[in-house]
């Protein structure tokens, strides 16, 4: 597609319920990030993939938080056992993994855990 | 442990001047600097790269500054218009490896009032 594409664009889940938000990045990124975004708060990195090798997990917050791609290209981010605080904007951005290369954001995935 | 900070929350200024937007880091040696553009419900999106190397850059209103030695940036927008009120967020990045791998700011909500 023309974008980074994200959805849901909201979901409102129950504390203890499991969640999967999807990322389609532009098409021939092979790298490809997901961040979040807490109220008040700055883009926090969470995972980051890039081609065939292996994902950098280094800012998963906690072991609830899973992320796959498939094919190289789109990924999804599951949260097992939602929890209050997982609640806030989850964002994905792709680019070609070159050294400084800007990032492209889709629109995010507004999560709210009740 | 690494830190950034952009000035103010949120600044308020008058149509036709010009907007000025700090960044500023302790503990952290960036290889880059990015400024992006967040809007209500949309993703961030990329206005400016500076590299460390690199004292000034320009694209056609604005311009970024960048001092290692200050740890600071600074994000300017001359003749400013309404259309220009959103948020800003500075992110460093490490370079090497960590391509992609951003460390943002909080955003500052720039309004412009015609």
């Known amino acids: 597609g023309a974008g980074v594409s994200q959805s849901p664009s909201n979901k409102v889940t129950e504390k203890g319920k499991d969640v999967e938000l999807r990322c389609d990045p532009i098409?021939?990124?092979?790298?490809l990030y997901w961040y979040r975004q807490s109220l008040g708060q700055g883009l926090e990195f969470l995972i980051y993939?890039?081609?065939?090798?292996?994902?950098?997990k280094s800012g998963l917050p906690s072991d609830r938080f899973s992320a796959e791609r498939t094919g190289g290209s789109v990924s999804t981010l599951t949260i097992q056992r939602t929890q209050q605080e997982d609640s806030a904007v989850y964002l994905c951005?792709?680019?070609?993994?070159?050294?400084?290369?800007?990032?492209?954001f889709g629109s995010g995935t507004q999560l709210s855990v009740l | 442990s690494q830190k950034i900070e952009q000035n103010s929350e949120a600044l308020n200024i008058q149509e036709g001047k010009t907007a000025t937007l700090t960044c500023n880091y302790t503990?952290?040696?960036?290889?880059?600097l990015q400024w992006y553009r967040q809007d209500p419900g949309r993703g961030p999106v990329f206005l400016l790269l500076?590299?460390?190397?690199?004292k000034e850059k320009r694209k056609e209103r604005l311009k970024v500054t960048f001092d290692t030695t200050l740890k600071q940036s600074l994000f300017h927008i001359t003749a400013s218009q309404p259309a220009d009120s959103a948020t800003y967020l500075c992110?460093?990045?490490?370079?090497?490896?960590?391509?992609?791998?951003?460390?943002f700011g909080q955003g500052t909500i720039l309004t412009v009032h015609p």
């Open positions: 992110a460093l990045g490490a370079g090497g490896t960590s391509y992609g791998k951003l460390t």
């Open positions: 500076i590299r460390e190397n690199e």
């Open positions: 098409s021939g990124h092979t790298a």
């Open positions: 993939f890039q081609g065939n090798s292996a994902p950098d």
């Open positions: 503990n952290y040696s960036p290889a880059y």
């Open positions: 951005a792709s680019n070609s993994g070159g050294p400084d290369e800007k990032l492209f």
